[in-house]
């Protein structure tokens, strides 16, 4: 009882130091000092994925302050709490910009809540880190997209189960949340498998409510759907919360990664931390980083991780690589740009090239887009993943699909004569679908 | 190759069964060795498909061992183990005789990957070497095993298995795996239309399966036999979906039930608008986590019953919080529902808060007892353990609600204050306490919905946000203030739930019942079974 309360006055300790931090920026501290913004939720049901993110990013600034900060001067993290609430993101945005004046925010998960402050970053001109996998459909000039395009996770993934080591799948179950990152997604996946010659009939796709708990329908939909004597596989977008019960269900229903793989995509070690693994060896996930990755430098970072939030059974993830490669980045950027200027920044990050996890390099593309090497792992029973295959170089972020009518023509790059988010090849000219 | 490998078979079988040979085992090592030297999985695939083939019995350790990724590599000497992890050691066992040979340090071996497709090569493979197991289960496995990949190989080892096999049900199985073989392999048409009448005849999924495989590989009358199976199979699961659907509505009703019991005596017995009741079914299950994480330290023996263990804990800690809730803030805003709503509100936001700052954000594991694990079948209908256990566990306490509401001298009196509360003051009944105590019950009833919960969905801060309106919708629909009302409406809406899903889709059908609740509130305003008399005006 009294470790709990002792960890209760330590929360209500820090919570008002983090208040204190955004709240009492004096102008002393902000001549020496070179502050970052977090905006990750956390409060809300995001909160469940977000904190992690915060607490990695405290670690990156905090060992970079210990190399001696950035251009002679301490980096300083300013968090805020967006609680998990759409509008108040967009709120937090300003203030960060406006009056904690940041160089640079790193934040935001769903896409609901980076699309709810883009119209700020633009306004403002500053720059937004954005670490999560995404559908695509978007480049603007003041983000930078460390996560994964669909042609670095979900493109990758498909092809995999279509080829012999993965099975091959001839027929599809598209699982998804009911929210625009799977919609988007599975449009493309389903175009992009028709291309590959399946027949509609072979493609099942299905959405449920956020934080969906009984599965027991949709779970036997699949048995069925897969009972037509084709090898099938289940492709999930589901998202956060509702991968427990999912998965839960799958396994008391017997459907096992050997007749049924299913693969996910917003699944990590972070959401597996919750649940008993054994029934679930063998289904998969599509992702640029895992946490067993065997380099020098994953070995370092889960050491730092451990010893940062003092725990080792804490995971890594990949998000936590996007916002480790994004911070590295963008430091790398400042010291080239010899400012935190945003303005300047942003020219100077296209082609900077930074060391990830996997043992590569990533480099920002001018498309805002990063270049990664798409794994895909099975789920272990010490709710690990174990790499099954790996893209042989490098993929660059695609951010306009080449499988969706809308933006096949569409390209991005934010390099100078050309500056523009979505240059339509085919009319020559800058502008068209999704001006965001 | 067929006539060869059958033939080995056999020999095996008889050399396994007379004297184990030498010579046979020092070449199984040698062809496991190989696992060494092979890299990447079709390399590990070409040496089961060797262990395979051999037919030794002998071999069923080491394949399975990989199975399950436990087969290991000595990085010394290159020597092959089968390993059983312990902590940063691990336990080496000889392959084939499961000798232990001493252990090693995590960094000094690596273990040997297998995915999807050699897990698939190994189960079949295992699938021919178990058909004579002893255990009847294995048999099963086996026979379930060929009957999903027909080979026409496996028709010689199954006649055999089929001559010897003494138990009827398992031989039953072993038949129709043979019918599946015999489908694919060249016999002649008179034995593949008896084997789809066979396989007709067992109209499970499986058989729709194979059967639909076959259907568009054949020609002329066998596959017209196998159209006519498929239809006549197809027709009888369509009545099974049905019965699922029900099944599906039951199980969601129980959970439903087991969610919103509680809040039938907070808020429909005593009027609170209690939006905390969400968080007091969180706090039940994070209950049932801290009580199992004590015994996975300290009693592992003890496993199966943490979910016994916790439930009276978690009615504990639910009801105290309950207490502390009702006589902290709540007695003073009896009569004042908007007020009460906004300050339980915030009392939810405070547990939600306090739970994340103490246990982290992040989902937090629950492990499923073995009895609450896997499934079992009535005919085509799969039954898992876990939701029959919730329904059970569910009527279980509706039953013991009841008889408390109904027959004690407590109930008596809860019924009392809520029918009349002055005149129950002036016969002598302390009101205030018989309040604090019936919200105590219905916060320690939501508790030990929590241990039951934490089995079928996450455990994290959250868990409570997604049955509060859930609840509310159960009660109102119900009629506030009547358990019986609480039971019709938790099924009915389950039940429509269900029904409506499998065609209208998860998120279409949850918008549905809810225009439908609202349309039937409109007509009927107090819920399906209203509370007549006094109490109603009060």
């Known amino acids: 009882m009294r470790g709990n309360f002792a960890t209760i006055t330590k929360m209500f300790s820090a919570g008002v130091v983090a208040a204190g931090l955004s709240m009492s920026s004096p102008a002393k501290a902000a001549e020496d000092t070179i502050k970052v913004g977090i905006l990750h939720s956390l409060s809300g049901t995001m909160a469940i994925s977000e904190t992690t993110l915060k607490d990695a990013m405290l670690m990156l600034i905090e060992e970079q302050n210990a190399k001696g900060g950035l251009l002679g001067k301490k980096l300083e993290a300013v968090v805020v709490d967006p609680a998990s609430n759409w509008p108040l993101f967009a709120e937090k945005a300003r203030e960060l910009i406006s009056k904690d004046k940041v160089a640079a925010v790193f934040g935001c998960w769903t896409s609901v809540s980076r699309k709810s402050v883009l119209p700020v970053f633009s306004e403002l001109d500053n720059i937004l880190f954005y670490p999560v996998q995404y559908e695509g459909e978007e480049s603007e000039r003041n983000v930078f997209y460390t996560g994964a395009a669909p042609n670095q996770q979900a493109i990758p993934a498909v092809d995999y189960l279509m080829s012999e080591d993965g099975g091959s799948v001839k027929r599809w179950v598209l699982e998804g949340t009911d929210y625009v990152y799977p919609r988007t997604t599975n449009k493309i996946l389903e175009a992009y498998l028709k291309a590959k010659g399946v027949a509609a009939e072979d493609i099942m796709v299905n959405y449920t409510p956020f934080g969906f708990s009984d599965w027991q329908t949709e779970v036997s939909a699949i048995k069925k759907f897969g009972s037509a004597g084709k090898k099938t596989a289940v492709v999930s977008t589901v998202n956060g919360d509702a991968n427990v019960p999912f998965y839960k269900e799958l396994g008391n229903q017997g459907i096992k990664a050997e007749d049924i793989p299913v693969m996910a995509f917003s699944v990590g070690e972070e959401e597996l931390a919750g649940l008993d693994t054994a029934p679930l060896v063998g289904h998969l996930a599509a992702w640029n980083y895992f946490e067993s990755v065997d380099t020098p430098e994953n070995k370092k970072f889960i050491a730092d991780w451990h010893k940062f939030i003092k725990n080792d059974k804490r995971t890594t993830n990949d998000p936590m690589e996007a916002h480790y490669i994004g911070f590295n980045m963008w430091v790398k950027a400042v010291e080239k740009a010899g400012t935190t200027d945003p303005d300047k920044v942003i020219d100077a990050m296209v082609g900077v090239s930074v060391p990830n996890l996997t043992g590569g390099y990533s480099t920002m593309m001018p498309n805002h887009h990063i270049t990664k090497p798409v794994l895909i792992g099975e789920i272990q029973a010490d709710g690990q993943f174990e790499t099954v295959s790996q893209t042989p170089g490098l993929v660059m972020g695609d951010e306009w699909s080449d499988y969706l009518p809308d933006s096949k023509d569409l390209i991005s790059d934010w390099r100078a004569p050309l500056s523009c988010g979505n240059f339509n090849v085919a009319t020559g000219r800058c502008g068209g679908k999704g001006t965001n | ?538």
């Open chain 2, 1 to 538: 190759m067929i006539l060869l490998r059958t033939l080995g078979l056999m020999l095996v079988f008889l050399m396994a069964s007379l004297l184990p040979s030498n010579a046979a085992e020092a070449d199984l090592r040698a062809v496991i060795a190989k696992f060494a030297t092979g890299s990447g999985f079709s390399a590990t695939e070409a040496v089961v498909r060797e262990l395979a083939a051999t037919g030794d019995p002998l071999v069923e350790r080491p394949l399975a061992a990989l199975a399950e990724g436990n087969l290991y590599i000595r990085k010394d000497d290159s020597a092959v183990f089968v390993g059983n992890e312990a902590g940063d050691s691990v336990t080496l066992l000889d392959p084939l005789s499961g000798e232990s040979a001493g252990d090693a340090a995590k960094a000094d071996i690596t273990k040997i990957k297998v995915n999807n497709t050699l897990r698939r090569v190994i189960r079949d493979a295992l699938g021919t070497l178990t058909l004579r197991a002893k255990d009847p289960a294995v048999r099963i496995a086996a026979a379930d095993t060929m009957f999903k990949t027909p080979d026409a190989a496996n028709i010689e080892p199954l006649d055999a298995a089929i001559a010897a096999e003494t138990d009827a049900k398992v031989k039953a199985l072993f038949e129709q795996a043979r019918a599946a073989s015999v489908l694919v392999s060249d016999k002649p048409e008179a034995d593949k239309l008896a084997a789809i009448a066979l396989i007709g005849a067992r109209g499970d999924r499986d058989a729709l399966s194979l059967l639909t495989s076959v259907e568009a590989n054949a020609q002329g009358a066998v596959k017209d036999a196998a159209s006519a199976a498929i239809a006549s199979i197809n027709s009888s699961l369509a009545l099974w979906d049905a019965g699922q659907n029900i099944w599906y509505g039951i199980s969601l009703g129980s959970v439903l039930l087991l969610a919103a019991i509680g809040l039938a005596i907070t808020f429909g017995v005593m009027g609170v608008i209690n939006m905390a009741h969400g968080e007091m079914v969180m706090l039940g299950a994070y209950t049932t986590f801290v009580v199992q994480q004590v015994i996975r330290t300290s009693f592992p023996g003890l496993f199966d019953w943490s979910l016994v263990i916790a439930l009276p804990l978690a009615f504990l800690v639910a009801a105290s919080i309950g207490l502390i809730i009702e006589r902290g803030v709540i007695r003073f805003l009896y009569g004042r529902p908007l007020e009460t709503l906004l300050a339980t509100w915030g009392v939810s936001l405070v547990l939600q808060q306090a739970v994340r700052s103490i246990f982290g954000p992040t989902n937090q594991e629950v492990g499923n007892p073995s009895w609450m694990s896997g499934s079992f079948d009535v005919g085509q209908l799969a039954i898992t353990w876990n939701r029959l256990w919730i329904l059970v566990f569910a009527l279980t306490v509706f039953g013991v609600l009841l008889y408390v509401m109904k027959r004690t001298p407590w109930g008596l009196q809860m019924r009392a204050v809520t029918a009349n509360r002055r005149m129950a003051a002036s016969m002598g009944i302390r009101t205030p306490w018989v309040d604090a105590l019936t919200f105590a019950l219905g916060s320690g009833i939501a508790g030990i919905a929590g241990v039951a919960l934490s089995q079928i969905d996450n455990v994290s801060p959250n868990l409570g946000r997604g049955y509060i309106i859930d609840s509310f919708m159960v009660v109102v629909f119900g009629g506030v203030g009547n358990l019986w009302g609480t039971l019709v409406g938790a099924f009915s809406l389950g039940i429509v739930n269900k029904v409506l899903e499998p065609y209208a889709g998860a998120v279409l059908g949850k918008i549905v019942v809810l225009v439908l609740i609202i349309l039937f509130i409109q007509k009927r305003p107090r819920g399906l079974f209203a509370l007549k008399g006094r109490a109603v005006e009060a």
